[in-house]
Every structure is written in C-alpha cells, then in structure tokens.
C-alpha cells in the first residue's frame, strides 16, 4: 500500500492545498491519501486568533471530502492529540505502527523540501518516507529542485519526487495572505466554497456576517459546508429545477433558490440533533417523524432556514414538507417538492414522464410523485406519513380524479 501523508497548519486549508493533493494521487499512485494537522507546529506559532483545533481539523475534513474520494482520503488528528511540538519524525515513527509495511510519501511545498534538512531528526524522516514537493511549473522549480534532490539523496540516501501543478499559478496566496484578506471580507476566491461557509458559520479569521442577511452565494456556501460533498450536486440540481419551475409556474425566483439551498442543510446530523432544533423553536413532531430520520430533516432544515438563516414563511413551509407533502399544498411547497424529485441528477423509469407533466401540469406532476413514493413505501413494507395520503387525497379531488 502506498500512502500519502499531507501535513500542515491548514489555516486555512485552500484551494491550493487540493490542488496539490489532488495532483499527488494521481502522479505517486496513492493508496490513501491523509491530511495531518499539526497541533504545535515547530517551525513557526500559530497566529493569535488562530481557529480551536478542533476547527482546523472540520475544515481540514471538509476539504479532504472535496475530493469526493471517501475511500482514500483520511484525516488523522494524531499531531493535535500529542503533547508538545508536531514534528513530522515522532509522526512518521506512528505512521509506520499504524500502516506496517506501507509505502510512505511526505508531501510538501517548495519551501518546506528546500529546507527539510533543517527540520528535526531528518534523517529519521528521510529512512521512514519519500519526499515528494510540489511546484508550480517545472520551469519555474526545477533549478531549485534539482540541487536539493541530489543533495538529499547523496547525504540521506533519500527517495524524492517533484511534481509540478499548474493550478497553483490561480492560487498564488500565502496563507497569511489569506487570513488578512478574509478578515475585511475578501479571499473567498481561494478557497473550496465548503470550506468557506464554514469559516462564515464559526465566524472565523474575522468573519463576522450576520447568519439572517446572506447573500445568495453566501447561503450556498454555508448550506455546502453543513452536508457531504457528494450532496452537492443534488442540492445544485434541486436548485436549478427549482427556479426553471418558479420561472414556468410563477412562483418567486429567489425564494424557491433560497428554499432549494437549504432543503437538505442538516441531512447529516444524528437523530438526537434533528430533536434538539425542532423542540428549541417548537417544530411540532408527530410519532412517526420523531422516529424517522429521513422524515427529521426537513423539520430541523426549514427551523434552520426561518430561524437561523432568517428566511421567509414560504421558505419554511417549502422545506417543511418537501419530503411528504401534505393537503392542499401551496405553490412554493409544489414546487420544491417536485424539484426535489425531478432534478437532473436524478433516474428512474418514470422520469422522463414526470419532467414532461412538471412543465404542462403542475398538479399532475406533483401527484405523480406523490403516488409513486406511497407505492414505494407500501413495497417496502413501511408506513406512508398521513401527509402524504392527504397530498395525494386533495389533488385527485382538484384534479377530479
């Protein structure tokens, strides 16, 4: 197994360290790619304000999920869970007990490869792993590279790659840079949008925008940072599905964005979460939701959207019930509801059909959909919410089916 380690502050981690990471994969043919925060960097302090450990190591996994390679990236925490300085010797001694008889790769950036023989027992470093540092262009690095490769393999007798990664040259900020830059309310450009909303959500490196008064491209980032990056493109498409439907049917643009954003925000969250939200605003639960989670999210998403992110009424009602509908449903709730099932990402045998009816029939469609989710939980054997057997109850009789 060969194995990638990527180490650093990561304060923040941006565009460019993906960049590098990505490239490394596929250049060293990794196995497992992990990203190691440092806890007590010893080459320089971390900044005063820097983010809590804890939050440099979400946004290290944030970006890591990025790469939508779940099976092989890691994050691994053991340089924050050690006491005293984080050198990279006393990591690579545990990285070989964890993964006995792995391949090991340092990665690492121009600066810190011309002066690896500065840093602590790099003869340690040097026995347990190969280096590989990345560069912008070849043209540009390897007058540099070349001397440092040759030294090191001639003094430690070490295994060295350089790889260039063009993509750097749209990076070309030092994280200092960064910091400053995000602090009067810039620098978004450089870093995964994901990654961004989280440092807005925690109010980092002097973000301090009001959670009630984002901005359409603010929202998306925060709404990104709170889900699995492989949501992503389902919460993009419901998007997009949504304002083509408001275009066709009506509705208001902006609020069915807002609501497409923001529908699937606390998929992730445990059970436990779903029910301390809902009773903190008094989300009313019946029975069955409180027990289900795929039901819970769209209680604990639209108390989010009205009463964090200071959305309308229409808002939370679209998100309330885009999972089950209900009687007499209103515009805005259709069309997310059928947003949420039609969007591009989405296939199966009816699709085709269900797309043609959202754009000619808006009722038909949305009891389409309602029929076809009471005849999938009926063969599952599961219980239909009563909301959903009362969508279905109140467009017939619109439709006079």
């Not at 027992?121 to 912008?136: N, T, Y």
């Not at 679209?318 to 997310?336: C, D, V, W």
Request: proline fraction near 5%; charged fraction near 25%; aromatic fraction near 8%.
């Amino acid at each position: 197994m060969k194995i990638g380690l990527y180490g650093g502050t990561f304060n923040p981690p941006h565009l460019g360290h993906l960049a590098a990471a990505r490239t490394a994969v596929s250049a060293l043919g990794l196995d497992r790619l992990v990203f190691v925060p440092a806890g007590v960097p010893p080459h320089k302090t971390l900044p005063a304000g820097s983010p809590l450990d804890a939050q440099r190591l979400e946004m290290t996994s944030i970006m890591a999920d990025q790469l939508l390679r779940p099976e092989l990236t890691q994050v691994w925490d053991v340089e924050m869970r050690r006491p005293g300085k984080s050198y990279t010797s006393d990591t690579l001694r545990q990285a070989a007990g964890q993964w006995p008889g792995a391949e090991l790769w340092l990665l690492m950036g121009t600066d810190m490869f011309l002066s690896l023989q500065d840093w602590h027992e790099p003869e340690v470093i040097l026995s347990l792993a190969g280096v590989c540092a990345f560069g912008r262009t070849h043209a540009d690095t390897e007058h540099l590279f070349a001397p440092q490769r040759e030294f090191l393999h001639r003094n430690y007798e070490a295994k060295v790659a350089t790889i260039a990664i063009p993509d750097l040259m749209l990076v070309d900020v030092s994280s200092t840079q960064l910091r400053e830059m995000l602090g009067r309310g810039a620098g978004r450009e450089y870093l995964p949008p994901a990654v961004y909303g989280y440092i807005l959500r925690e109010k980092l490196y002097g973000t301090c925008v009001d959670l009630s008064r984002l901005t359409i491209e603010d929202l998306r980032c925060v709404s990104y940072s709170m889900v699995k990056a492989k949501r992503i493109a389902h919460i993009r498409g419901v998007e997009e599905e949504a304002v083509r439907l408001a275009q066709r049917w009506g509705g208001d643009v902006d609020e069915m964005r807002r609501a497409a954003i923001l529908h699937d925000c606390t998929k992730y969250w445990s059970k436990q979460e779903h029910l301390e939200i809902c009773d903190r605003y008094g989300i009313a639960l019946d029975c069955m939701e409180r027990g289900t989670e795929k039901l819970l999210h769209a209680k604990s998403g639209a108390a989010l959207a009205k009463y964090v992110f200071g959305q309308s009424e229409a808002v939370f009602q679209a998100i309330l019930y885009h999972t089950t509908g209900r009687g007499n449903m209103t515009l805005p709730e259709k069309l997310l509801y059928l947003a949420d099932y039609i969007e591009p990402t989405r296939d199966f045998p009816e699709m085709a059909e269900m797309r043609r009816l959202a754009y000619e029939d808006l009722d038909r469609a949305v009891l389409m959909g309602v029929q076809l989710s009471i005849q999938e939980m009926l063969e599952r054997n599961r219980r239909v919410h009563p909301n959903t057997l009362e969508a279905e109850k109140t467009l017939r009789k619109g439709l006079r089916l």
